[in-house]
T-cell receptor
């Protein structure tokens, strides 16, 4: 079973920041938080991951709370092309590196 | 190409026939995953190969499903005696085995299986 909880759906206005929350209260010390997204009819696409520090790349920022029980993916300036299902996944290292997808959050970016 | 390659891209088969789906991971990637996705549904985990360790088969839905990974590279997912409910997109992904740093998984474009 997925170890994360996400809202089923969210809306965001084009050009505004999209903040997608994720709860992972049972995360253990060696598990990373990963975010993927799936645009309609395509394979999932990696976005970002982190362990305990906040991370930023060209696509998004990842904010992880100090207790690591929750995180937020931030798309700073959402576009219509960011409409997708966003998955938050907890994944261990080495032999615990399985990727189990939950139901994700359907983000709809509206003009 | 440098990405994960799956073949065939589309497969139509008659109920009761066996099918084999192929996945060529990115060269050097030691972890390989299989998922299926029915229309409008999320990704359902099937099996996970991790280097030389025994695969995690906990997601295989029945004994009609099996997978192997030869030589630590190419993987084949086999579905025996296909049923209509097996119709779905079957996705494969690969990644470097995580060490001290997690690494992202790259997905293929999938095989769309239709059982008629």
């Amino acid at each position: 079973d997925a170890k994360t909880t996400q809202p089923t759906s969210m809306d965001c206005a084009e050009g505004r920041a999209a903040n997608l929350p994720c709860n992972h209260s049972t995360i253990s010390g060696n598990e990373y938080v990963y975010w993927y997204r799936q645009i309609h009819s395509q394979g999932p696409q990696y976005i970002i991951h982190g362990l305990k520090n906040n991370e930023t790349n060209e696509m998004a920022s990842l904010i992880i709370t100090e207790d690591r029980k929750s995180s937020t993916l931030i798309l700073p300036h959402a576009t219509l092309r960011d409409t997708a299902v966003y998955y938050c996944i907890v994944r261990g290292g080495g032999s615990q590196g399985n990727l189990i997808f939950g139901k994700g959050t359907k983000l709809s970016v509206k003009p | 190409g440098a990405g994960v390659s799956q073949s065939p891209s589309n497969k139509v088969t008659e109920k009761g026939k066996d099918v084999e789906l192929r996945c060529d991971p990115i060269s050097g990637h030691t972890a390989l995953y299989w998922y299926r996705q029915s229309l409008g549904q999320g990704l359902e985990f099937l099996i996970y190969f991790q280097g030389n360790s025994a695969p995690d088969k906990s997601g295989l839905p029945s004994d009609r499903f099996s997978a192997e990974r030869t030589g630590g590279s190419v993987s084949t997912l086999t579905i025996q005696r296909t049923q209509q409910e097996d119709s779905a997109v079957y996705l494969c992904a690969s990644s470097l085995l995580s060490g001290r740093r997690g690494t992202e998984a790259f997905f293929g474009q999938g095989t769309r299986l239709t059982v008629v």
